[in-house]
């Protein structure tokens, strides 16, 4: 995983392995001996998270995480289960969830959930982790996470009506007998880095 892992880092930054090793002080054989399957110690992996201002956990594929700032706090938030519907709606079950690492700032979040579905786009895509601060309302435009008449949605809110980004799907209009309330205010995706 080591191998492959710095070789994504080097495309991005449009450098070759024996560019890193050299930078960090090793030789170009050693670049080679990574590539035959040999793992760095210690000291060697501090020098090139360092370099890549990654951590040694993204570096040997422990965590998709990337940390970017040494030092960086890491966060927690609770994951739900059950996802929200950029469509037509899901059933909801929040009884199942799990704490999730996140090396990013979740300040005002409470928890968060996933998406599912395309009526969002381009702004949330399906997959996508939500961070979402709890509350009773949101103000109109807004993104939230809505219950309607059971069905769990991320949506925004116009007057009267649930609406989506993406210009294939109609409003959701509000009718006087629907069960509808707001579970969050919708903060922000989260920046899960893909693995290698």
Same mark, same amino acid.
């Given at each position: 995983? +080591?191998?492959? /892992?710095?070789?994504?880092?080097? &495309?991005?930054?449009?450098?070759?392995?024996?560019?890193?090793?050299?930078?960090? #002080?090793?030789?170009?054989?050693?670049?080679?001996?990574?590539?035959?399957?040999? $793992?760095?110690? !210690?000291?060697? *992996?501090?020098?090139?998270?360092?370099?890549? @201002?990654?951590?040694? %956990?993204? *570096?040997? !594929?422990?965590?998709?995480? /990337?940390?970017?700032?040494?030092?960086? @706090?890491?966060?927690?938030? /609770? =994951?739900? %289960?059950?996802?929200?519907?950029?469509?037509? !709606?899901?059933?909801?079950?929040?009884?199942?969830?799990?704490?999730? @690492?996140?090396?990013? %700032?979740?300040?005002?979040? %409470? +928890?968060?959930?996933?998406?599912?579905?395309?009526?969002?786009?381009?702004?949330?895509?399906? #997959?996508?982790?939500?961070?979402?601060?709890?509350?009773?309302? $949101? @103000? $109109? #435009?807004?993104?939230?996470? +809505?219950?309607?008449? #059971?069905?769990? +949605?991320?949506?925004?809110?116009?007057?009267?009506?649930?609406?989506? *980004?993406?210009? /294939?799907?109609?409003? =959701?209009?509000?009718?006087?007998?629907?069960?509808?309330?707001?579970?969050?205010?919708?903060?922000? $995706?989260?920046?899960? &880095?893909?693995?290698?």
């Amino acid at each position: 995983m +080591f191998w492959e /892992r710095l070789n994504v880092l080097c &495309k991005e930054r449009g450098i070759k392995p024996n560019n890193v090793a050299q930078a960090i #002080g090793a030789s170009t054989a050693t670049a080679t001996k990574w590539k035959k399957g040999a $793992v760095p110690n !210690g000291e060697t *992996l501090v020098n090139i998270a360092d370099y890549f @201002e990654c951590s040694i %956990d993204y *570096l040997m !594929g422990r965590t998709n995480y /990337r940390s970017v700032a040494l030092g960086s @706090e890491v966060n927690y938030i /609770r =994951l739900y %289960d059950s996802s929200v519907s950029a469509g037509t !709606g899901l059933d909801i079950d929040y009884t199942t969830s799990e704490e999730i @690492e996140v090396n990013e %700032d979740t300040e005002g979040a %409470d +928890f968060a959930v996933r998406v599912s579905g395309d009526s969002m786009e381009p702004r949330f895509y399906s #997959g996508d982790i939500v961070l979402v601060e709890s509350t009773p309302s $949101v @103000e $109109v #435009g807004e993104i939230g996470i +809505f219950i309607l008449n #059971g069905q769990a +949605f991320i949506k925004e809110l116009g007057r009267g009506e649930l609406i989506s *980004l993406n210009s /294939r799907y109609d409003p =959701l209009r509000i009718k006087e007998d629907d069960s509808i309330y707001c579970q969050g205010r919708v903060i922000k $995706v989260l920046n899960m &880095k893909k693995g290698a």
